[in-house]
């Protein structure tokens, strides 16, 4: 922020920090009372303040303070399953892909020479149709809405006889959206990678495979992981469409003690503040990972402190100065 | 698969909704979020922290919570969403003035929880631009307007774009949302509706309903990709 601001403006002298100050009297004054009149005041002629709404929510005293946070506890803690097993899944899936991606664009470029030339163009042909198959099927996947695939699962599986539980079916839709953008967030970064890092493996022997498992991935892994870190906040948030299925997670169990208690946005008040707590964290967490791994790269990049020839063409291998 | 022939015109108004919600809160998200990104970029700290408080809630906050504070929410705040009823606009955009008030609750949570990756997307633009081009112009002698207009919004704009369209597909995803929320007859709830209460088959009412989605999210996705590229090498 205050890097920015240094962007756009000079220092402030006293006049202006004058004018500033003032202007940040006003408008604190106006969004006051701005909030007052149309929030507060609306909102408390409705008796939405009213301990009776709130009391099962914020007051141990209450009767149905006990059973309320037991139910909202099952309810994030299924929230947290869910997206545990969601980001897991869509991790291992989306490497998959993303490594299968790249091998069969490597092989696309293959010409199968030694081989008679039916097999050649054979195989040439084969791996072209694999390329253009896997990647109709991203662009599929990652064209739909997520509600769309959570709701096909849920409605898709049980016409073809299989059925699970609900919490799968919510796993499952979750998977098949995350795991097609983990494997594109995954292969940008490979792509992104400077070509010697290939060119390098290549020349000391390496197939495309032990390439892409021992060099381009952990790199790419490394350079994306705070975008990645902000992936799983995407999961979180969108476990809540779990509802639509009738999957018992936070947002459902909030629907459940609506339905009893009959306060709709206090609970909606709590179960947003969880939700932002959380994903919040994840989001600092996310940026931090970033910083690290900005200042990691800048130290490594410092020309004063140069290692010798060796440790510097190794360090380059192994990616620690990327 | 005649289902796709015999409702075809089933799809298509559910089409044509999806698109009416995607326009109207792509236009209202732009504008909205362009005023909280000013807020976030002011000098007047009060400002800014509304800003900031604003997208750190919006962002974290799933949309579906978002969706529902805005069907129990602005009924407490005694309103019905009825400033949305613009006359003009209403004639286009015929669910505008219906009573049932869903599709203007729907499209108000559309609006909020998006503006705040508008205004990520044009902050982050801003922040692309190199801190020395608005120095020189300050040298230059332009003024905060002059700056803002001639030399930092040009650049950031190119740098915007593309998280821009990112952030309207992502919308556009997204308003599959409301079908789930009372707003009757868009893509979504045509999907429900025909394979429970009508009893269709399922694979080609989903064929159908993706069909309906990728026509929007694909050509966008395609459009942005090539403008990357195009700027990747002109940079």
Sequence with gaps: ?322 | MNVLIDKFDVFAGGFWLTLQICVLAAIGALILGAVVAVLRISPVPPLRAVGTGYVNVFRNMPLTVVMFFAAFGLPALGSNADFLRVPGLDAIFSRLGTDLPYFRFALIALVLYTAAFVCEALRSGVNAVPAGQAEAARSLGLTFGQNLRYVVLPQSWKASVVPLGSVIIAMIKNSALIGFFGVVGDLSQTADQLTSAEGYAFVPVAIGISIGYLIMTVPLGALLDRLEKRQAVAR
């Excluded at chain 1, 998977?175 to 890092?197: C, H, K």
């Excluded at chain 1, 995407?234 to 469409?241: C, G, I, N, P, Q």
């Design chain 1, 1 to 322: 922020m205050s890097q920015q601001t240094s962007v756009l403006y000079d220092v402030p002298g006293p006049r202006q920090r004058r004018i500033t100050l003032i202007s940040s009297i006003v408008a604190t004054v106006v969004l006051a009372v701005g909030a007052y009149f149309l929030i507060y005041q609306p909102l408390d002629d409705k008796g939405q303040f009213s301990m009776e709404l709130w009391g099962p929510l914020v007051d141990p005293a209450n009767e149905n303070f006990p059973l309320v946070w037991d139910r909202i506890g099952t309810g994030l803690k299924n929230t947290l399953i869910a997206a545990a097993l969601a980001i897991v899944a869509s991790l291992v899936v989306g490497t998959l892909l993303a490594v299968l991606r790249i091998q069969l664009k490597s092989l696309t470029r293959r010409r199968f020479t030694g081989l008679a030339t039916p097999v050649a163009y054979l195989l040439r042909g084969l791996s072209l149709t694999l390329s253009a198959v896997t990647r109709v099927c991203v662009e599929v996947f990652r064209g739909l809405p997520v509600v769309i695939t959570i709701f096909f699962v849920a409605r898709g599986f049980p016409e073809f006889g299989i059925s699970f539980d609900t919490l799968w079916y919510l796993v499952i839709g979750l998977t098949v959206y995350n795991a097609v953008v983990i494997a594109e967030i995954l292969r940008s970064g490979m792509e992104g990678l400077p070509g010697g890092q290939a060119e390098a493996a290549a020349a000391i022997g390496l197939s495309p495979l032990q390439t892409t498992r021992m060099i381009l991935l952990p790199q790419a892994f490394r350079i994306m992981l705070p975008a990645l870190i902000s992936q799983l906040v995407v999961v979180l948030k969108d476990t809540s469409l779990g509802f639509i299925i009738s999957y018992e997670e936070t947002l459902n169990i909030g629907k459940q003690i609506i339905g009893v208690l009959g306060n709709p946005i206090q609970v909606y008040v709590v179960i947003g503040v969880l939700f932002i707590v959380v994903n919040y964290s994840l989001s600092k967490l996310a940026q931090y990972v970033q910083r690290q791994l900005s200042q990691g790269r800048k130290s490594t990049g410092v020309p004063a402190q140069t290692p010798p020839a060796a440790l510097a063409s190794q360090s380059e291998a192994t990616g620690q100065g990327v």
